[in-house]
Nanobody, 127 residues
């Protein structure tokens, strides 16, 4: 069992920056691919970014490419999402998720392929 706790959300003006953190419990953190998803009011939850187990590969939604950076620190059992040049459209609840390693590779941007989820942290970008 993995528990994920997000932090770092808040209210920021358009053009501003925030850094989200996700702390994971357990000793097998380095065996999980990690992802960030978000859900805006009235919309479905969507993929934002993901990072491989080693941190060597990262993936981004087109809408955040060049503005968001995902990283991880396996020694600290943590994954981060650095967000710059924030826009009102980035307003959402941001969720951290963990994907258990499987021999058969699973898509890293698909919600149903993640096994554990945090409770989310609210990010609000004012215009």
């Amino acid at each position: 069992q993995v528990q994920l706790v997000e932090s770092g959300g808040g209210l920021v003006q358009a053009g501003g920056s925030l850094r989200l953190s996700c702390a994971a419990s357990g000793r097998a953190f380095s065996s999980y691919a990690m992802g960030w998803f978000r859900q805006a009011p009235g919309k479905d939850r969507e993929f934002v970014a993901a990072i491989s187990r080693s941190g060597g590969s990262t993936y981004y939604a087109d809408s955040v490419k060049g503005r968001f950076t995902i990283s991880r620190d396996n020694a600290k059992n943590a994954v981060y999402l650095q967000m710059i040049s924030l826009k009102p459209d980035d307003t959402a609840v941001y969720y951290c998720a963990a994907q258990i390693f499987t021999v058969a590779a699973r898509p890293i941007s698909r919600q149903r392929d993640y096994d554990y989820w945090g409770q989310g942290t609210q990010v609000t970008v004012s215009s």
